[in-house]
T-cell receptor, first 113, second 112 residues
């Protein structure tokens, strides 16, 4: 039983294209997140949604648009992809209550050529 | 501005010995501290956490110590096993937007 799943696992695309990454969780959590792990290995939060409502937007370019159709799904759409967008994107759910435990998906490895 | 720092990019330990992973932070408003473990090509998995009002939390072979005055925490793994070989991320919860802030990670290698 996969708790947090992401598709696709790998994504190779050309600069300027638009792409989407999907995330689903079956843990019943109200809050979901997108994180980016860049080439320097820093894992940084991008967005957080609570019950379909955006609660954190960490100065991410507006080419990135999260969409939450329901509280079990949080998709990430990226317009006009740039070389610097190449990274691993992790979806997570859980928190931010006491303990803040978040459960992460396996990651989507995006390579922009 | 790195609020959570893991200054050792890697650590190598013999099986059966103690592994000590360190983490420093700068924001005294953090409420909780967590350790995550990450294997290659997988997402981070939660390992253990500690509230800022405690100084120690133990779970099996894993113990986290918090020294608030030094703004320092450490993860002890005893005894270390080869399956513990992974990247360990220290994370802190709190601050603006009450979010998780991660360190850069420490690659632990446990040699048989």
């Amino acid at each position: 039983d996969t708790a947090v799943s992401q598709t696709p696992k790998y994504l190779v695309t050309q600069m300027g294209n638009d792409k989407s990454i999907k995330c689903e969780q079956n843990l019943g959590h109200d809050t979901m997140y997108w994180y980016k792990q860049d080439s320097k290995k820093f894992l940084k939060i991008m967005f957080s949604y609570n019950n379909k409502e955006l609660i954190i937007n960490e100065t991410v370019p507006n080419r990135f648009s999260p969409k939450s159709p329901d509280k079990a799904h949080l998709n990430l759409h990226i317009n006009s992809l740039e070389l610097g967008d190449s990274a691993v994107y992790f979806c997570a759910s859980g928190g931010p209550g006491p303990g803040g435990t978040q459960y992460f998906g396996p990651g989507t490895r995006l390579l922009v050529l | 501005d790195q609020q959570v720092k893991q200054n050792s990019p890697s650590l190598s330990v013999q099986e059966g010995r103690i592994s000590i992973l360190n983490c420093d932070y700068t924001n005294s408003m953090f409420d909780y501290f967590l350790w995550y473990k990450k294997y290659p090509a997988e997402g981070p998995t939660f390992l253990i956490s500690i509230s800022s009002i405690k100084d120690k939390n133990e779970d099996g072979r894993f113990t986290v110590f918090l020294n608030k005055s030094a703004k320092h925490l450490s993860l002890h793994i005893v005894p270390s096993q080869p399956g513990d070989s992974a990247v360990y991320f220290c994370a802190a919860l709190g601050g603006s937007n009450y979010k998780l802030t991660f360190g850069k990670g420490t690659l632990l290698t446990v040699n048989p």
